[in-house]
């Protein structure tokens, strides 16, 4: 059983994988792959243990073997300079019904984003990371590299583990306005 795993069989099409199961690549491409761009909230822990989240539209498979993704995330964004340096987070996939949970963890230009909303996080890793309740699914990644690329930085991630929560259609990208207002999270 994976890290994310908290009751499910091995065997339940829901069940979560790891890293060396024949079954992560199955979980990977059914949440990353959609006919439109799907949205996730990137979460984490900073060194002091602090959570944080961010909105991100912009990610893809890179491999199936080993399981490999790239997300671009903005590079002037306070919750990804406190996740940058630990090297991992975990991708938690939001569902057509989370628009509301893709616009509390937007972060518009350098607004700052308040870490975890309470409440938010309905599981941890094993190693502490926050994964988001009631989304499609999660993915925990380490991070391999990060380039900036203009006002981005893409990060080549591997997937470690990861789980299928829900069959839900996937939040789409075009659905979504996440600019111009940044959202308070109290």
Do not use: K
């Not at 964004?77 to 630990?86: A, I, V, Y």
């Not at 789409?172 to 999270?185: G, I, Q, S, T």
């Amino acid at each position: 059983m994976s890290e994310l795993d908290l009751a499910l069989s091995p065997r339940h099409p829901l069940a979560s994988t790891a890293a060396g199961d024949d079954g992560l690549t199955e979980t990977f491409r059914t949440l990353l792959d959609a006919p439109s761009r799907p949205v996730a909230v990137l979460t984490g822990r900073d060194d002091h243990g602090v959570c944080w989240g961010l909105t991100v539209t912009a990610f893809t498979v890179v491999s199936d073997r080993p399981p490999l993704l790239v997300v671009s995330v903005p590079g002037a964004s306070r919750s990804w300079s406190r996740l940058r340096p630990t090297g991992r987070f975990v991708l938690n996939l939001l569902t057509a019904g989370q628009a509301e949970v893709a616009a509390t963890y937007a972060e518009p230009g350098t607004t700052v984003a308040p870490g975890i909303r309470p409440g938010c996080a309905r599981r941890f890793t094993l190693d502490g990371l926050p994964v988001l309740a009631t989304t499609r699914g999660s993915l925990r990644c380490t991070t391999t590299t990060v380039v900036r690329g203009g006002e981005q930085d893409v990060v080549l991630a591997r997937v470690i583990a990861g789980r299928v929560d829900r069959a839900d259609a996937p939040l789409a990208a075009h659905a979504l306005d996440l600019a111009p207002e940044p959202v308070e999270v109290g």
